[in-house]
Structure formats: C-alpha cells, structure tokens
C-alpha cells in the first residue's frame, strides 16, 4: 500500500520543475546570444620624409696613442730600477740606470790621450810657424818645410779624433741612464735588476693614456658614402660603459684596402674622459654619421619585425576593412638614433600599427586608438 506524500514533499516538487526550467533558458539565451570579443585598440602612425643622415657602425678596440718599448743604447749590467709597472712618470724621469764603472774609466783614458795629443798639436803649429819664417829667409828646404806643415796638420787631426772620442764616450755615458721620452705609464718589465742586458735589447714598456685612439674598418660599400675629412667627428659606445658616449675625432685613414679584409682603416683619437675609465684594450662600437641624403622615407625602428622568412616587415592598416596584414619592405642604413630607412614596400600615406601591439595576427580587425581613447586608456 503506497503512503501519501507529505504537504512539504508535495510542495518541492513544483519547486524543482521551476528551476531546472529557468536554468534551462538561461543557457538558452547564452547560447544565443555569444560574449562579443572587442579588437584590440592601437596607435597608427605614417612614415615620414625627412632630411636624413645614414649611420654607419663598427667595432673597433682602444689604444694609446704613443707606445714604446724601451731599450738601452749600450750594453751594460743594471743596478737601479726606478719605475715600475703601473706607475706613472714624467718625461725626463730616470727609469733604470746602467753600472757606469767602465764607461768612466774610458772618458779619463781619452781625456789624458787628448791632454797629450793637444800638446803635441802645440808644438807643431810652432815647428811651422818656425820654418815658415827660414823659408822665407831661404834657410832651410822647401822638403823641411813641408814636413812641418805636414806634422801640424797630422797633430790637429789627432786633436779632433780624440776629442771626438770623448764625446762620443759621454754619449755613452748618458745613455747608460733611460729616462722616460714622454709623460706615460710603465705596462711591463722585461729584466730584473743586476741583469747584464744588451744594446737594443727591450727592458721596460710604457704608453700614453691621456690620448687614446681607436681603429675600424670599413668596407669599401660604405667607404665612398662618407666625405672623410680630418676632424670628422665619431660616436664611441662602449660595452664595459653602457649608456655612455664618447667623441672622437678622424686622426687618420688609410687610402688603399686591406689585402685580407678588403676594408679601409680609420682612426679615431679622443682625449682619455675624467669620469670613467677607458683602458687600452677595450672595445667600442664607432658610430659615423654621413653627410645629409635628403629626403627619405623613415619609419622608427622599433616598428619594424620580421615575416616567415626573417625579413624586416611591418604591420600594414587597412581603413577600408579595419584589419591589419603584414608586408615585407626593404630597409635602409639608420637614420638617427631611433628610426631607419625604408626603400621599398611602403608608400607615403599608408599606416602602421605601433610597434607596441605585439599580439597582432595576420588579418585581425583593429580599433585605431583615438585621443579620446587614449585618455580613456590613461
């Protein structure tokens, strides 16, 4: 015998069937009506025409303007080092100094040869000037005459041998000191003290930071594109200083390519800065600005990606059908810090997407962001 519901079970009934009722066209009217998706909003921008001037870069590393490895002009045995690698010195500074023993015991041999050769020239200019005047009386011979005339100029030439000599040993002399040619830095030492070292022979490297110089090379495409001139200024970035340019200036070119490279050398010089540190050996980026072009068509940089094949490409605006499509266009030099040449593919009037909208797909509809959207935006 089946029981009667109970008031509140019959009451649930009804209750349940409104429900799933209204679920039921709730997802009625959901599947009716899809969540519209809003396109993306974007900036638009046109190339522009604009007197330009083509950048051109290359790597180069820093030098010093002057280095030397410095030897002696004699042989001899060290006995005093007065500089060191990492010091400092000043033009005339004494570096290193040579046992002078020897070479001053030859000067007072000479000086005394030259004391008695001086002697003997005096008494043969009086031995002539003697027979002269018996020549003139016709005492004595025409040979006798001779002969004296002949002893005084053999004395006179003894005189200047020697004293020759002795010059020479106190150049000798002077050069068993070595001093510093210039205001420099000591990079290296060769030999150590009490060392027997050779004419010639390297002991001590030093280089002139206060310059510094920096060489690249440049091909020969790029070479006539610029009127290389001395002075010609040059932008310097180094990796070791990021964010930090230097100015140099055009020192020197070479005229005639590399046999190996085919490139043309330029040289760059530029004072060392006082608020860094720019050592030889680092590297830079040498950045040369050409003479104007004229007009050309530019776009910044930073718009420019690249299509299936990695070639430099853009984001095109269609007004027409409010969808983008990428193009591929050909790409000049820099112009600028922060925009390129273009030299074919776009035309003067078109529209780019900003560069900021990196979700962008082929044919996808675009909202251009107006000012007010901006504001909206901000």
């Known amino acids: 015998m089946i029981q009667p519901l109970s008031a509140p079970r019959q009451l649930m009934i009804p209750l349940l069937c409104l429900l799933l009722l209204l679920t039921g066209c709730s997802a009625e009217e959901s599947r009716e009506k899809p969540q519209q998706v809003q396109p993306p909003k974007v900036t638009l921008f046109s190339p522009e025409r604009t007197e330009t001037k083509q950048l ?23 006995v005093k080092i007065s500089a060191y690698p990492g010091q400092s010195v000043s033009e005339g500074d004494l570096l290193m100094q040579l046992d002078v023993s020897d070479l001053g015991d030859n000067i007072r041999i000479l000086e005394a040869e030259l004391d008695g050769a001086e002697a003997r020239a005096r008494k043969a200019a009086s031995d002539f000037s003697r027979a002269e005047e018996l020549l003139g009386e016709d005492v004595i011979a025409q040979a006798d005459f001779d002969l004296a005339k002949s002893s005084l100029a053999s004395a006179d030439a003894a005189v200047r041998n020697l004293r020759a000599q002795l010059s020479l040993a106190h150049h000798k002399l002077d050069y068993a000191s070595l001093k510093a040619p210039y205001d420099a830095t000591v990079t290296g030492q060769m030999v150590e003290n009490h060392e027997l070292v050779q004419a010639g022979q390297p002991v001590l490297r030093i280089h002139d930071i206060a310059t510094l110089e920096i060489d690249c090379s440049v091909p020969e495409n790029d070479i006539s594109r610029l009127s290389l001139r001395k002075g010609m200024p040059a932008t310097l970035q180094l990796p070791s200083q990021p964010g930090t340019n230097i100015t140099a200036a055009l020192a020197e070119w070479s005229t005639s390519a590399e046999r190996a490279t085919g490139t043309y050398r330029l040289t760059f010089r530029f004072p060392a800065p006082d ?52 193009r591929h266009i050909r790409t000049g030099q820099l112009s600028g810090p922060d925009r390129i040449i273009v030299t074919g593919g776009l035309e ?3 529209q780019i997407v900003a560069p900021d909208s990196h979700y962008l797909t082929e044919g996808m509809i675009v909202e251009p962001l107006t000012d007010k959207n901006k504001a909206e935006t901000e």
């Open 275 to 326: 608020t860094i540190t720019v050592l030889p050996g680092m590297t830079a980026e040498v950045t040369i600005s050409s003479a104007t072009t004229g007009e050309m068509l530019t776009i910044p940089f930073s718009a420019v990606t690249a299509d299936t094949r990695g070639k430099s490409a853009v984001w095109i605006y269609n007004h027409s059908t409010g969808r983008i499509s990428l």
């Open 348 to 350: 003067e009037g078109e």
């Open 56 to 78: 051109f870069s290359y790597p180069g590393s820093v030098r010093a303007s002057r280095e030397t490895a410095l030897s002696f002009r004699v042989g001899g045995q060290l």
